[in-house]
């Protein structure tokens, strides 16, 4: 069984920061990585970073590179995508999936206002 929980979301002032977390449970460990992905509403869902549990090699969408860092808790099995300079384009739901797609979070809405 495998489960991943997201928080940290809310509402935030362009300008703004935020740290969401996903918490994994069961084999999400096992998974080679854990990706953060976010959902507009209207539009497609956009990959954004992406972090391996045993080295922590990381990758960021373009649109995000510079902004956002994604971390790792290997002992608190927790993923971190530390947001900053947030704009209203990055508003949407953002949720974690472990590295194969196979299982995904619930999400967490964040709103970035003007």
């Known amino acids: 069984q495998v489960q991943l929980v997201e928080s940290g979301g809310g509402l935030v002032q362009a300008g703004g920061s935020l740290r969401l977390s996903c918490v994994a449970s069961g084999r999400a460990t096992s998974s080679y990585a854990i990706d953060w992905f976010r959902q507009a509403p209207g539009k497609e869902s956009e990959f954004v970073a992406t972090?391996?549990?045993?080295?922590?090699?990381?990758y960021y969408a373009d649109s995000v590179k510079g902004r956002f860092i994604i971390s790792r808790d290997n002992a608190k099995k927790t993923v971190y995508l530390q947001m900053s300079s947030l704009t209203p384009e990055d508003t949407a739901v953002y949720y974690c999936?472990?590295?194969?797609?196979?299982?995904w979070g619930r999400g967490t809405q964040v709103t970035v206002s003007s």
């Open positions: 972090i391996t549990w045993s080295a922590g090699e990381t």
């Open positions: 999936a472990t590295g194969s797609h196979d299982y």
